[in-house]
């Protein structure tokens, strides 16, 4: 296996692991046709994420097992502006569901959180997430929570949160 900074050319890979991780993980949780438009646009996402990767809005590394991307993390600066102990942001972290418990969620984890320029960090969930634990495990702490809708089904999503003087337990679980 092996970690590197994602790049533009990783768009599509970064988009289809992003789909098959929202059908794993959120199966049974958000509404099956919010899941299966997630394909019918991720074309048009991977162009996004390609854009924001040329232009360096936002960083990322991806993890390559047998020239495969299996997973990735996006990140860059919290997006609102609401969260002033929290400057950083994880937008994205997904494994594909046949490689994860094996270590490579932590290590892109690690990745972005020691490349960030200040130390505090945010993340978003869904409060039905079977995998919140990660963060839970890794001291984060719920800082917030808002309702997002999938379809017309409203699901309430938790932001965890790394201060500068808890950023090393991300790196340390």
């Known amino acids: 296996m092996q970690i590197r900074k994602a790049e533009p050319k990783d768009a599509y890979g970064i988009a289809r692991v992003r789909v098959n991780g929202w059908r794993t993980t959120y199966r049974g949780i958000v509404p099956t046709e919010f899941l299966l438009k997630l ?14 990767l040329s232009n ?5 590394f991806v993890a390559i097992v047998d020239e495969e991307i299996v997973g990735f993390v996006l990140y860059g600066d919290e997006r609102t502006g609401d969260y002033p102990d929290h400057p950083n942001e994880i937008y994205a972290i997904y494994i594909l569901e046949n490689h994860q418990r094996n270590g490579i ?21 869904l409060e039905l997430n079977p995998h919140r634990a990660f963060y839970e495990q890794r001291q984060g702490r719920v800082v917030d929570a808002k309702e997002r809708l999938f379809g017309e089904l409203a699901l309430r999503e938790v932001a965890y949160g790394w201060t500068e003087a808890t950023h090393d337990a991300i790196i340390g679980a």
């Open 56 to 60: 360096r809005e936002v960083s990322g």
């Open 39 to 52: 394909s019918s646009g991720s074309i048009e996402w991977s162009e996004k994420v390609r854009s924001a």
């Open 105 to 125: 969620g932590s290590l892109l984890l690690e990745r972005a959180v020691q490349t960030m320029s200040s130390r505090g960090v945010l993340i978003w969930a």
